[in-house]
């Protein structure tokens, strides 16, 4: 067990032998000119997993995901998500910065979709309003701790955008740990949404790197957005053959991961700091209203022993499971957070 153990997030793990020496083998090419093999094998593998004609390699979430929205939002268009998506929130206004998008949130239950509300938010292009072109749903759900957006939302509001020719993104950063949670094949969430946006960086080990998955269409466009915004890159199939390495390897896992979460949710529950109910993946939101210790406190006072969590907000603190935190450091994790919750 490491002296310090990182359970702030699902991408502070560091590459495996086995993904270093995938990588130190890489054939590369210059993937500007299309001429990495590793790279354009990933892409074709990722796509096939989805069940989609093409993909695209990126450098990270955020820009894939910035890449997808300006193939399914013109500039001056709508989008709809969450209050707190990722693609919104926490990506610093990219979205109106780099694709000048509009947008427009629902309040946020988390993986819960109210698709009626949703539907009811739609503005039809022809009317002195920006027009609606797209939504983009969060799976799995970063900020509603880790949950899992159920198929049968999902195919609602499939249905929703198709009756208004409307496009569906989805921010897959963490498609993978739904896939596993829920035993939903990728090819059948692939088949729901028009964009997706995939990490290979959270959780699954890579040290980074993202595909959007898509039309061979859209995914031409994509290449030439991906330039724009400077993410082209060379000998690039390093990266991917970490990518590839995680996905072969780091995905069937996850279900350790999520074990070990729903462990540390059973043990702090009896403080009233999380329903071990609600966690379905890799991440524990610990609600501390009611708890003595604040989100600060709690994490200074772990971290003085060796434990690293991360402060949300004020009285909000998230512990996550990964590839690089095993039984016995869950262990100690428990036993060091409910001492301070007992505090
Ligand atoms: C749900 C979600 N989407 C997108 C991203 C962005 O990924 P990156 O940090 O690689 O830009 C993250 C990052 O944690 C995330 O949690």
Request: glycine share 10%; with cysteine.
């Amino acid at each position: 067990m490491a002296d310090i153990l990182d359970f702030r997030s699902d991408t502070v793990t560091r590459p495996t032998a086995g993904m270093r020496a995938a990588m130190a083998e890489a054939v590369v090419g210059d993937d500007v000119f299309g001429d990495d093999p590793t790279v354009n094998a990933l892409e074709e593998h990722v796509a096939a997993l989805f069940g989609h004609e093409a993909a695209l390699f990126a450098p990270s979430g955020t820009m894939a995901n910035q890449i997808a929205l300006q193939l399914v939002v013109p500039p001056g268009g709508e989008l709809l998500a969450g209050a707190d998506a990722h693609v919104l929130t926490y990506e610093l206004g990219a979205a109106a910065t780099y694709g000048g998008i509009s947008s427009r949130t629902w309040p946020s239950d988390g993986a819960m979709l109210d698709v009626d509300r949703i539907a009811g938010m739609i503005r039809p292009a022809g009317y002195p309003s920006v027009p609606t072109a797209a939504i983009a749903v969060e799976q799995t759900h970063n900020l509603g701790g880790g949950g899992v957006v159920p198929l049968s939302a999902l195919r609602d509001l499939r249905a929703v955008a198709d009756a208004h020719g409307l496009a569906l993104h989805c921010d897959g950063a963490r498609i993978w740990h739904a896939h596993v949670a829920d035993g939903v094949p990728l090819a059948e969430y692939g088949a729901l949404f028009d964009t997706l946006s995939v990490c290979l960086s959270k959780g699954l080990g890579a040290p980074v790197g993202s595909v959007i998955v898509g039309s061979r269409e859209r995914i031409a466009r994509a290449r030439v957005v991906r330039k724009r915004m400077g993410g082209g890159m060379r000998q690039v199939g390093i990266l991917a053959a970490a990518g590839r390495y995680a996905l072969d390897h780091h995905v069937r896992r996850l279900a350790d991961d999520h074990e070990r979460a729903g462990r540390i949710a059973e043990a702090l529950a009896p403080y009233g700091v999380v329903d071990p109910a609600t966690v379905r993946t890799n991440l524990v939101i610990l609600d501390l209203t009611k708890a003595a210790p604040d989100a600060p406190t709690l994490v200074a006072e772990a971290a003085r022993r060796g434990v690293l969590i991360a402060a949300m907000l004020p009285r909000t603190a998230r512990v996550i499971t990964h590839l690089d935190v095993d039984d016995a450091a869950v262990d100690h994790a428990i036993t060091v957070l409910s001492e301070l919750l007992s505090g």
